[in-house]
T-cell receptor, first 111, second 113 residues
Protein backbone atom coordinates (compact mmCIF):
# COMPACT_ATOMS: atom_id res chain seq x y z
CA UNK A 1 0.00 0.00 0.00
CA UNK A 2 0.85 3.64 -0.03
CA UNK A 3 1.45 6.07 2.82
CA UNK A 4 2.11 9.80 2.44
CA UNK A 5 3.08 12.16 5.23
CA UNK A 6 2.61 15.94 5.17
CA UNK A 7 2.79 18.61 7.85
CA UNK A 8 -0.70 19.39 9.07
CA UNK A 9 -0.26 23.18 9.11
CA UNK A 10 2.05 25.81 7.67
CA UNK A 11 1.83 29.57 8.21
CA UNK A 12 3.61 32.26 6.18
CA UNK A 13 3.25 35.93 5.35
CA UNK A 14 2.19 37.48 2.10
CA UNK A 15 5.04 37.74 -0.40
CA UNK A 16 7.08 35.01 1.26
CA UNK A 17 8.12 31.60 -0.03
CA UNK A 18 6.83 28.41 1.56
CA UNK A 19 7.69 24.77 1.04
CA UNK A 20 5.28 21.94 1.80
CA UNK A 21 6.96 18.58 2.14
CA UNK A 22 5.61 15.15 1.34
CA UNK A 23 7.37 11.95 2.34
CA UNK A 24 6.01 8.64 1.20
CA UNK A 25 6.26 4.92 1.59
CA UNK A 26 5.21 2.99 -1.46
CA UNK A 27 5.95 -0.22 -3.26
CA UNK A 28 5.76 1.54 -6.61
CA UNK A 29 4.04 4.52 -8.12
CA UNK A 30 3.80 6.48 -11.34
CA UNK A 31 4.53 9.96 -10.03
CA UNK A 32 3.73 12.56 -7.41
CA UNK A 33 0.97 15.07 -7.93
CA UNK A 34 -0.27 18.05 -5.93
CA UNK A 35 -3.76 19.44 -5.46
CA UNK A 36 -5.09 22.62 -3.83
CA UNK A 37 -8.42 22.76 -2.04
CA UNK A 38 -10.07 25.86 -0.64
CA UNK A 39 -12.58 25.47 2.18
CA UNK A 40 -15.79 24.00 0.80
CA UNK A 41 -14.36 23.75 -2.70
CA UNK A 42 -13.18 21.14 -5.15
CA UNK A 43 -9.56 19.97 -5.17
CA UNK A 44 -7.71 21.57 -8.07
CA UNK A 45 -4.75 19.93 -9.80
CA UNK A 46 -1.54 21.97 -9.44
CA UNK A 47 1.46 19.97 -10.54
CA UNK A 48 2.83 16.52 -11.39
CA UNK A 49 6.31 14.99 -11.23
CA UNK A 50 6.75 11.79 -13.17
CA UNK A 51 10.52 11.95 -12.95
CA UNK A 52 12.98 13.21 -10.36
CA UNK A 53 13.64 16.91 -10.43
CA UNK A 54 11.87 20.23 -10.41
CA UNK A 55 8.73 21.17 -12.34
CA UNK A 56 7.80 24.85 -12.48
CA UNK A 57 4.36 26.27 -13.18
CA UNK A 58 4.20 29.99 -12.56
CA UNK A 59 4.51 30.74 -8.86
CA UNK A 60 4.31 27.04 -8.01
CA UNK A 61 7.11 24.50 -8.32
CA UNK A 62 7.17 20.86 -7.36
CA UNK A 63 10.09 18.55 -6.74
CA UNK A 64 10.50 14.80 -6.55
CA UNK A 65 13.35 12.60 -5.37
CA UNK A 66 12.48 8.91 -5.68
CA UNK A 67 15.74 7.86 -4.02
CA UNK A 68 14.79 9.89 -0.93
CA UNK A 69 11.05 9.03 -1.09
CA UNK A 70 10.43 12.73 -0.85
CA UNK A 71 8.80 15.55 -2.68
CA UNK A 72 7.75 19.12 -2.04
CA UNK A 73 5.58 21.90 -3.33
CA UNK A 74 7.14 25.36 -3.38
CA UNK A 75 4.90 28.40 -3.45
CA UNK A 76 6.54 31.73 -4.20
CA UNK A 77 5.29 35.31 -3.82
CA UNK A 78 2.54 34.12 -1.53
CA UNK A 79 -0.85 35.75 -1.86
CA UNK A 80 -3.79 35.72 0.52
CA UNK A 81 -5.72 33.59 -1.96
CA UNK A 82 -3.11 30.83 -1.54
CA UNK A 83 -4.58 30.08 1.89
CA UNK A 84 -5.95 26.59 1.34
CA UNK A 85 -5.23 22.91 1.94
CA UNK A 86 -2.59 21.25 -0.21
CA UNK A 87 -2.49 17.51 -0.86
CA UNK A 88 0.19 15.33 -2.36
CA UNK A 89 -0.95 12.15 -4.11
CA UNK A 90 0.48 9.09 -5.80
CA UNK A 91 -1.02 6.45 -8.04
CA UNK A 92 -0.06 2.89 -7.22
CA UNK A 93 1.70 1.11 -10.09
CA UNK A 94 0.61 -2.29 -8.82
CA UNK A 95 -2.62 -4.10 -9.52
CA UNK A 96 -4.73 -1.80 -7.33
CA UNK A 97 -3.70 1.36 -9.19
CA UNK A 98 -5.62 3.52 -6.78
CA UNK A 99 -4.82 7.18 -6.16
CA UNK A 100 -3.70 7.76 -2.57
CA UNK A 101 -3.69 11.23 -1.03
CA UNK A 102 -1.68 12.60 1.84
CA UNK A 103 -3.58 13.96 4.82
CA UNK A 104 -3.19 17.51 3.58
CA UNK A 105 -1.40 20.66 4.75
CA UNK A 106 -3.43 23.69 5.76
CA UNK A 107 -1.56 26.79 4.56
CA UNK A 108 -2.44 30.09 6.18
CA UNK A 109 -1.10 33.24 4.56
CA UNK A 110 -0.99 36.23 6.88
CA UNK A 111 -1.03 39.86 5.73
CA UNK B 1 -16.63 24.21 -21.13
CA UNK B 2 -18.73 22.89 -18.24
CA UNK B 3 -16.89 21.38 -15.32
CA UNK B 4 -17.65 18.25 -13.34
CA UNK B 5 -21.17 18.46 -11.96
CA UNK B 6 -22.24 16.63 -8.85
CA UNK B 7 -25.78 16.44 -7.57
CA UNK B 8 -27.16 17.00 -5.08
CA UNK B 9 -24.82 19.43 -3.29
CA UNK B 10 -26.20 18.64 0.13
CA UNK B 11 -28.08 15.65 1.46
CA UNK B 12 -29.37 14.62 4.86
CA UNK B 13 -30.31 10.99 5.37
CA UNK B 14 -31.29 8.82 8.28
CA UNK B 15 -29.20 5.89 9.47
CA UNK B 16 -30.23 2.71 7.65
CA UNK B 17 -31.43 4.48 4.51
CA UNK B 18 -29.70 4.32 1.17
CA UNK B 19 -28.50 7.17 -1.03
CA UNK B 20 -27.54 7.68 -4.66
CA UNK B 21 -25.15 10.43 -5.73
CA UNK B 22 -24.65 11.56 -9.30
CA UNK B 23 -21.64 12.82 -11.22
CA UNK B 24 -21.57 14.25 -14.73
CA UNK B 25 -17.99 14.44 -16.01
CA UNK B 26 -16.55 16.98 -18.38
CA UNK B 27 -17.77 16.33 -21.90
CA UNK B 28 -15.46 13.85 -23.58
CA UNK B 29 -14.04 12.53 -20.32
CA UNK B 30 -14.55 8.79 -20.01
CA UNK B 31 -12.87 8.16 -16.66
CA UNK B 32 -14.69 8.91 -13.42
CA UNK B 33 -13.31 8.37 -9.92
CA UNK B 34 -15.03 8.75 -6.57
CA UNK B 35 -13.50 9.81 -3.25
CA UNK B 36 -14.72 10.18 0.29
CA UNK B 37 -13.36 13.12 2.26
CA UNK B 38 -13.65 13.36 6.04
CA UNK B 39 -11.72 15.48 8.55
CA UNK B 40 -10.28 12.39 10.21
CA UNK B 41 -9.43 10.22 7.21
CA UNK B 42 -8.74 12.78 4.51
CA UNK B 43 -9.37 11.86 0.88
CA UNK B 44 -10.03 8.15 0.45
CA UNK B 45 -10.35 6.46 -2.94
CA UNK B 46 -13.64 4.64 -3.50
CA UNK B 47 -13.60 3.43 -7.10
CA UNK B 48 -12.79 4.34 -10.67
CA UNK B 49 -14.78 3.72 -13.84
CA UNK B 50 -13.71 3.88 -17.44
CA UNK B 51 -15.99 3.13 -20.38
CA UNK B 52 -18.66 1.71 -18.07
CA UNK B 53 -16.25 -0.72 -16.41
CA UNK B 54 -15.00 -0.52 -12.85
CA UNK B 55 -11.22 -0.40 -13.15
CA UNK B 56 -10.18 -0.03 -9.53
CA UNK B 57 -11.78 -0.22 -6.12
CA UNK B 58 -10.66 1.15 -2.79
CA UNK B 59 -10.92 -0.42 0.60
CA UNK B 60 -14.57 0.24 1.37
CA UNK B 61 -17.31 -2.20 2.38
CA UNK B 62 -19.71 -3.63 -0.15
CA UNK B 63 -22.36 -1.11 0.94
CA UNK B 64 -20.56 1.30 -1.37
CA UNK B 65 -21.17 0.65 -5.04
CA UNK B 66 -21.16 2.55 -8.26
CA UNK B 67 -21.77 2.40 -11.95
CA UNK B 68 -21.09 4.34 -15.10
CA UNK B 69 -23.44 4.85 -18.00
CA UNK B 70 -22.72 4.94 -21.72
CA UNK B 71 -22.67 8.75 -21.64
CA UNK B 72 -19.92 8.54 -18.94
CA UNK B 73 -22.18 9.87 -16.22
CA UNK B 74 -21.64 7.98 -13.00
CA UNK B 75 -23.59 7.23 -9.87
CA UNK B 76 -22.50 5.92 -6.54
CA UNK B 77 -24.81 4.24 -4.08
CA UNK B 78 -24.43 3.73 -0.37
CA UNK B 79 -26.85 1.31 1.26
CA UNK B 80 -27.69 0.89 4.93
CA UNK B 81 -26.20 4.25 5.84
CA UNK B 82 -24.16 4.57 9.02
CA UNK B 83 -23.31 7.73 10.95
CA UNK B 84 -19.69 7.31 9.86
CA UNK B 85 -20.69 7.68 6.23
CA UNK B 86 -21.18 11.39 6.80
CA UNK B 87 -18.62 12.98 4.50
CA UNK B 88 -17.97 15.03 1.41
CA UNK B 89 -18.13 12.73 -1.63
CA UNK B 90 -16.05 13.96 -4.52
CA UNK B 91 -16.09 12.88 -8.11
CA UNK B 92 -13.20 13.46 -10.51
CA UNK B 93 -13.01 13.02 -14.26
CA UNK B 94 -10.30 12.72 -16.88
CA UNK B 95 -10.28 11.92 -20.59
CA UNK B 96 -8.70 8.53 -19.95
CA UNK B 97 -7.26 6.47 -17.14
CA UNK B 98 -4.28 8.57 -16.14
CA UNK B 99 -2.06 9.09 -13.14
CA UNK B 100 -2.64 12.75 -12.50
CA UNK B 101 -4.49 15.88 -13.56
CA UNK B 102 -7.99 14.94 -12.49
CA UNK B 103 -10.74 17.56 -12.54
CA UNK B 104 -12.87 17.39 -9.41
CA UNK B 105 -16.46 18.38 -8.85
CA UNK B 106 -17.51 20.43 -5.83
CA UNK B 107 -18.82 17.33 -4.13
CA UNK B 108 -21.94 16.17 -2.35
CA UNK B 109 -22.04 16.83 1.38
CA UNK B 110 -23.82 13.84 2.95
CA UNK B 111 -24.95 14.01 6.54
CA UNK B 112 -26.31 10.88 8.18
CA UNK B 113 -28.40 11.44 11.31
Amino acid sequence: GQSLEQPSEVTAVEGAIVQINCTYQTSGFYGLSWYQQHDGGAPTFLSYNALDGLEETGRFSSFLSRSDSYGYLLLQELQMKDSASYFCAVRDSGSARQLTFGSGTQLTVLP
Amino acid sequence: KAGVTQTPRYLIKTRGQQVTLSCSPISGHRSVSWYQQTPGQGLQFLFEYFSETQRNKGNFPGRFSGRQFSNSRSEMNVSTLELGDSALYLCASSPRTVNYGYTFGSGTRLTVV
